[in-house]
C-alpha cells in the first residue's frame, strides 16, 4: 500500500515539513511546566500544541465552535494532509480510521464538575441550568467512537469509522487496519488520523508510575530517567495507487507480560520482528499480510530502525533485547520522543511520517538527548546498539517502525521508498 498524504500538527508546528525541518536540525517542543498546570501538585516536562494557534487555524477552515480541541486538531489535520492526497473524503470508498489511547478524556474532569453542580441547579438561572444541561449532554464526546463520526462527518463521511485504541501501539496498528482494508479491496483510501492530548487524568497516571523525567528524556542513553508525554495530531492517507513510499508490512505481537511492564526479553517485539523480515517462520502465512516477492531483498535495504524509545528503563532494555535477537544489532536505531514527547495514539503516526520524510532525503535523523551507549547481556554476552548520536547519510531504501505499549503489545512495520 501507498502513503499519498500526510500531515502532523504538533508544538513544533502545523504541517510535516515544519515538523520534520524542527527534528532534522535537533528542535525540541518539550518543555517545562510549572505545578498548577492541569490543577496538577507537580511540574513536569512536556510538548503541548499551541491552542490559540490551533483555533485560530481551525477558524480558517470552519466557522463551527462546538468541537473540543483534539478533535479541532484531528479534523485540521486531515484537511492539511488531503491538501496533497487530493481524494475525496466524503466517497463510501474512503475509510476513516481513528488512533487515540484517551480521546477527549480531559471532559471526565468537568464531568465531576457538573455532578457537584447539579445540587445546586434549584438556585441556579433558567440560562446557567441551560448551558449545563448542554455540557452534560456533550459528554457523549468521551466515547471514541462518538469523536470518529464527528470528524469523519465533518468532511461529509456518513460511513461508520473504525476506531483503534490500543495503548501505545494504536498508531502503529492503525495503519496494519488500513492495509487490511486496502489489500482486502473494500477501500480505495484509508484516512488514518492519530491524536492525544494531555490532561490531569493522563499526566497524573505516569506520575503515578514514577515513569516521567524531570528534564528532556534520553531515548537509549546510559544515563536515561523517564519519558515526556506530548500532544499531537497526525494523518496518513494511504491508498492503492502508487506513490514514491510504500507499506511493505506490518503485525502485532502480544507477549502478555504484565498490564504495564514490558517483557524483560523483549518476546513480542521480537517476534513481531521477526514476523515482518522472515515470514516463512512466522505463525500465520505469508499469504495474509500480502508481502511482495522482494521481501528478503528489503530486508537488506534496512537503513534504520526507528525505536519506540520512551526513554524509561524497562522499554529500552526491552527493545535493546528484541533487536539484538533479531540479529538487527548492527542497523542504525534512533528515536524522536525528545523531540515530540510521547504523543500516545499519535506516536506511530507521527513517528512513521518524520522516519519517511528522513529516509526521503537519504537521512537517519539523530536522537536527540542521546550521549553514552547503555549495553545489554544475553547468554553472557555484552551487546550495544549503534544508536544515531548525529544525523547521518544513508543510500538504503527500507526502514522500520517499532513501538510498544502497555498490557505487552508490540508492533513492527515495514516501509520502503520506491
Not at 528542535?27 to 492541569?38: E, H, L, N, P, Q
Request: net charge neutral; hydrophobic share 40%; with cysteine.
Amino acid at each position: 500500500m501507498y502513503i499519498t498524504g500526510n500531515n502532523i500538527i504538533s508544538s513544533l508546528g502545523f504541517s510535516t515539513e515544519e515538523n520534520y525541518i524542527a527534528a532534522k536540525r535537533g528542535v525540541s517542543g518539550i518543555k517545562r511546566y510549572d505545578a498548577g498546570t492541569f490543577g496538577l501538585p507537580e511540574p513536569f516536562m512536556a510538548s503541548l500544541i499551541d491552542k490559540e494557534r490551533l483555533n485560530d487555524a481551525f477558524a480558517g477552515i470552519s466557522s463551527e465552535n462546538n468541537y473540543t480541541n483534539l478533535e479541532k486538531a484531528a479534523i485540521l489535520s486531515v484537511f492539511y494532509a488531503n491538501k496533497e492526497a487530493q481524494i475525496d473524503l466524503s466517497n463510501p470508498r474512503t475509510l476513516f480510521v481513528l488512533s487515540s489511547t484517551k480521546g477527549n478524556v480531559d471532559l471526565l474532569d468537568m464531568r465531576y464538575e457538573i455532578k457537584d453542580m447539579r445540587y445546586e441547579t434549584r438556585d441556579m438561572r433558567q440560562s446557567d441550568v441551560s448551558n449545563l444541561k448542554s455540557q452534560i449532554s456533550n459528554l457523549k464526546s468521551l466515547y471514541l467512537w462518538h469523536t470518529a463520526e464527528l470528524i469523519a462527518g465533518f468532511f461529509g463521511k456518513k460511513h461508520t469509522p473504525v476506531v483503534v485504541s490500543n495503548a501505545c501501539i494504536s498508531g502503529a496498528a492503525a495503519q496494519i487496519v488500513a492495509k487490511r482494508e486496502l489489500d482486502s479491496g473494500n477501500y480505495d483510501n484509508v484516512v488514518i488520523v492519530g491524536v492525544d492530548f494531555l490532561s490531569k487524568f493522563i499526566i497524573s497516571g505516569f506520575q503515578s508510575f514514577k515513569a516521567l523525567s524531570p528534564e528532556l528524556c534520553r531515548p537509549f542513553d546510559k544515563n536515561r530517567s523517564g519519558l515526556n508525554l506530548g500532544e499531537a495530531a497526525a494523518t496518513l492517507i494511504m491508498t492503492t495507487n502508487k506513490t514514491n513510499f510504500r507499506f511493505i508490512a506490518g503485525t502485532v505481537r502480544n507477549d502478555a507480560t504484565h498490564i504495564s511492564a514490558p517483557s524483560r526479553t523483549g518476546e513480542g517485539s521480537f517476534r513481531a520482528l521477526n514476523a515482518i523480515l522472515n515470514p516463512q517462520i512466522s505463525l500465520l502465512p505469508s499469504s495474509i499480510f500480502h508481502l511482495p516477492s522482494s521481501i528478503f531483498h528489503l530486508a537488506s535495504q534496512i537503513a534504520f530502525i526507528n525505536a519506540h524509545g520512551t526513554a524509561t528503563s524497562y522499554n529500552d532494555a526491552m527493545e535493546m533485547n528484541a533487536i539484538v535477537r533479531a540479529g538487527l544489532q548492527e542497523i542504525p536505531v534512533n528515536a524522536l520522543k525528545s523531540c515530540f514527547g510521547h504523543t500516545l495514539g499519535a506516536a506511530g503516526v507521527v513517528e512513521a511520517i518524520i522516519s519517511m520524510y528522513a529516509l526521503n532525503e537519504g537521512l537517519i535523523l539523530k536522537t536527540l538527548g542521546f550521549e553514552e551507549n547503555d549495553n545489554i547481556v544475553i547468554d553472557d554476552e555484552k551487546y550495544t546498539l549503534d544508536v544515531c548520536k548525529e544525523n547521518r547519510k544513508t543510500d538504503k531504501s527500507s526502514f522500520i517502525k517499532m513501538m510498544s505499549g502497555f498490557g505487552g503489545v508490540n508492533v513492527a512495520l515495514l516501509f520502503c521508498k520506491e
